[in-house]
């Protein structure tokens, strides 16, 4: 058997639905909606963030949402079709890359880069050191060699000389038809070009790491980035499709996937979220908002953007009325009304 509703219960709960839903109506919700703010903020004075949260929780949210949630199927494909939207988009074709990085920011970044000596030295002695650089280098001087053999024009202005030549040529021609001379030549220059490299490449290193290599880098960079900058991020769109795109942006969900199950990574969020704490572990909530520039104006800007469209869109559902009455009918039903009426002798 149902339980009968007071009916004073009925007539408050009619009243109160309706001065809720006016509230929520018209300029009244901005006057609603600031008060509630500035009520909100005066108390976030008094409370500190450790008061309101503990690390803990924060890294167990972090964890949940970084780290542990399985996402659904729908991720991948919804990837796959911001790429595809990314690619067509006409902005890419009026957009240059240097109004995404004007020259001074180019010039500070590399600056800044030139001034990290030590990762820079690694990096050029690891390439110089790997038998790949030493290969290339050593096809490219050799592939120099023969040009400039077959097309120098040395001899030209020395008596006697071309002759000596087409000589020299025949007969290294004659003795490599009989012992394969032209090979062992070939080889032995081979072994030769990648014993240079090394000292080469070493003396260029050096030069590369001391004061006047910085200049050089500096320059060769700037004089690289005046060519780009004007290049219309349309263009790259001949260089990398829609499809290569996609897959690019799908590779790389895929590789955050397999990255968050790694230990290092809850393990850096935890490190920045105790830095966080560190610093704003004693801060009032008032002071970190302040402090993050998140002030009054920008909140009730925020509130007021969305607020008015959700609730006329569930007022032309016919949702909005409903929901106000589930909210407040629980208390009206509940004993709680009952025995404060009862207290004061109702």
Not at 35 to 63: F, P, S, Y
Not at 102 to 130: C, H, M, N, P, Y
Not at 186 to 201: D, H, P, W
Not at 285 to 312: F, S, T, Y
Request: hydrophobic share 45%; no cysteine.
């Amino acid at each position: 058997m149902t339980k009968k509703t007071h009916p004073l219960a009925e007539v408050l709960l009619e009243a109160h639905v309706q001065f809720t839903l006016e509230q929520l109506e018209g300029d009244e919700l901005k006057v609603v909606v600031a008060e509630l703010l500035d009520e909100g903020l005066a108390d976030a004075a008094k409370l500190k963030l450790a008061e309101a949260v503990t690390r803990k929780q924060i890294k167990d949210t972090a964890h949940t949402y970084a780290a542990n949630l399985e996402l659904g199927s729908g991720i991948p494909e919804l990837v796959g079709e911001i790429a595809r939207v990314i690619h067509a988009h006409p902005a890419l074709d009026d957009t240059r890359l240097g109004d995404l990085m004007s020259d001074r920011q180019f010039e500070e970044f590399t600056d800044l880069v030139l001034e990290q000596k030590s990762a820079r030295e690694a990096i050029v002695r690891g390439v110089v050191a790997s038998p790949l650089y030493g290969r290339i280098a050593s096809e490219l001087l050799l592939s120099g060699i023969r040009g400039y053999l077959s097309q120098s024009s040395l001899g030209e202005n020395i008596p006697g000389a071309r002759s000596m030549m087409k000589l020299g040529k025949a007969v290294l021609s004659r003795a490599a038809s009989v012992s394969g001379l032209d090979e062992t030549v070939e080889e032995g220059l081979r072994r030769y070009i990648a014993k240079s490299v090394g000292s080469a490449s070493q003396r260029a290193v050096e030069m590369l790491l001391d004061e006047e290599g910085d200049e050089i880098l500096r320059d060769a960079s700037l004089r690289a980035w005046k060519e780009l900058k004007n290049l219309r991020l349309g263009e790259l769109r001949r260089h990398i499709d829609e499809r290569t795109l996609e897959e690019i942006f799908v590779a790389g969900f895929e590789y955050w996937r397999e990255l968050r199950k790694a230990p290092i990574y809850t393990k850096l969020i935890d490190a920045g979220i105790d830095a966080f704490f560190e610093r704003y572990g004693k801060v009032s909530l008032k002071a970190l908002l302040d402090d993050l520039g998140i002030d009054r104006d920008l909140m009730l800007a925020e509130a007021m953007r969305h607020a008015p469209h959700v609730i006329q869109a569930l007022k032309k559902k016919k949702m909005l009325e409903p929901t106000v009455r589930r909210l407040l009918q629980r208390f009206y039903n509940s004993g709680a009304f009952e025995k404060a009426l009862a207290a004061h002798g109702g």
